[in-house]
């Protein structure tokens, strides 16, 4: 059964930090695109960062740019989500996404991804 699951959300002060996972099983991520996309209330589901297969390329949306990392540990088959100086508009459910793609430029719509995890909240407080 091929599974996404999310951890590492949770409440923090604005200019705090967490670190979200994103755990597969029933698949290898080997061959596989990520992203992290999010959703507050009231609001679309917007990309927030990819990363391709290997590591070698990343890419984030202009308001994550400089306080979030991605990153992956294909050994493990887990991506994370480093997220520093965060902000009340942070607040969302934050969600993973594996798109199967080995070549090309990394994809920032959620509706080309194949497999989703369920979500972490992370609410940032003023």
């Known amino acids: 059964q091929v599974q996404l699951v999310e951890s590492g959300g949770g409440l923090v002060q604005a200019g705090g930090s967490l670190r979200l996972s994103c755990a597969a099983s029933?698949?290898?991520?080997?061959?596989?695109?990520m992203g992290w996309f999010r959703q507050a209330p009231g609001k679309e589901r917007e990309f927030v960062a990819a990363i391709s297969w290997s590591g070698g390329s990343t890419d984030y949306a202009d308001s994550v740019k400089g306080r979030f990392t991605i990153s992956r540990d294909n050994a493990k088959n887990t991506v994370y989500l480093q997220m520093n100086s965060l902000k009340p508009e942070d607040s969302a459910i934050y969600y993973c996404?594996?798109?199967?793609?080995?070549?090309?430029?990394?994809?920032?719509?959620?509706?080309?991804?194949?497999?989703w995890g369920p979500g972490t909240q992370v609410t940032v407080s003023s």
């Open positions: 996404a594996a798109r199967r793609q080995t070549i090309g430029v990394l994809i920032t719509t959620s509706n080309r991804y194949d497999y």
């Open positions: 029933g698949f290898t991520l080997y061959s596989y695109a």
